[in-house]
């Protein structure tokens, strides 16, 4: 079940980015390098579809939308920040992993 609502490429990004007060889609956008605009509002939708977040259009010219988390997207943070620890923690390693991958074109 955990698998299947933070399973994505950025739905943990995404989260913590929220959770740090960025909470529209350009700054999100542009907080997590890599990502595409489409990509992200499709996990967007899907964080939201799970109760995780929460959508607020402002009916404005230009229109503005921000996301913020639910009550149950708070209850998620401890264990990002868990995976977070974990990946500095043992940063060395991984980053030379994540090298080799690259620069063998695996991935």
């Given at each position: 079940?955990?698998?299947e609502v933070l399973g994505g490429k950025w739905k943990t990004s995404l989260i913590y980015a929220i959770s740090e007060g960025i909470?529209?889609?350009s700054d999100l956008q542009r907080a997590i390098p890599g990502s595409t605009k489409r990509v992200l509002n499709q996990q967007l939708k899907e964080l939201e579809e799970f109760d995780i977040l929460t959508k607020k259009i402002y009916h404005q010219l230009p229109p503005k939308v921000e996301y913020s988390l639910t009550g149950l997207g708070e209850t998620v943070l401890p264990i990002i920040k868990m995976m977070n620890q974990w990946g500095e923690h043992n940063r060395i390693p991984l980053e030379t992993v994540i090298k080799a991958r690259g620069?063998?074109?695996a991935g």
């Open positions: 079940m955990t698998k909470l529209r889609p620069e063998s074109g």
